[in-house]
């Protein structure tokens, strides 16, 4: 069953698209042995590749478009590397997102606009997979800085390029690069770069309801904590830090469901107040929660 909750009167739904197995060493600056809870058998710490669903009235929205339907094989170099003696045969896992959004009664063709929080491979894999576009009738959103920084540059065969020379031709894209911009009713998108030069967060607002999806701005849970984590594959990793620094700092202690792409679980967290700050999930074990709003309460999105 998927992750969801709801923002006033807007259903947000987290969708697994895969995983990733990465060795500790993506993350400099994280004592993984001090947290082996986290590190799986084959000495990896798993991910998810996720993306969300945003359905409203008038909008049906995904955020991100994982990594397409292909599996990336662990490079051998990096199990030497990493000095992993068993390492996953794969570094990820793709292929989930069309089983996921079909359990989640979506089909392709009624999504309105794929929002791209960036250009990274795990976000743009179902754009057009082998050049063919997957969401037929969806505007595709994304920072305009990141095409320069990472599809200019990528080969020519590079399946993430494909895909979006495929959006491009079929004048499918629309490059954003104000500070804040308008999606839809209640949804903005926010600059946040540092990841990448043209990363965005989206803010979801309905009915005095919050909730705010991060995209790869936040990477790792123990960020919130330890600010010297970073990510190998952040474009600006002081960049990234400030701006992980500025929105933990704006949603401390705020009734305000946070989801973000590679979050264990993709369950929709909460930051507490305090010294250190703690996240806290939103959904209960049921993995799926809708908050009645009792009337004239604002409410909350499922914190
Ligand atoms: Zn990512």
Redo the contacts with the bound molecule.
Sequence with gaps: MPTAISVGNVRVTALTAGS?HLPPMFYPGWDASAHPELIQDDGTYHIP?GCFLIQGDSFTILL?AGSGPDNLDFPPEMARLAQLSAPPKYLSVGGLLPAALAAAGVTPAEITTVFLT?L?Y??IGWVAPGGTLFFPAAEVVYGAADWDALIAPAPADDQGRVGMEAAKAAGSLRPVDAPTVQIAPGITAHHAPG?TPGHYILKIASEGQEAYLL??AV?HPLQLTDPGITFL?DADAQRASQTRQKIFTELEGRDVAIGM??FPGLEFQHITAGTPRSWTTCTGPSRTRTIPRRPGSPGSPGC
């Design positions: 990733s590749t991100d960036h990274h795990d976000h990841h995209g790869d990477q594959s792409d590679h």
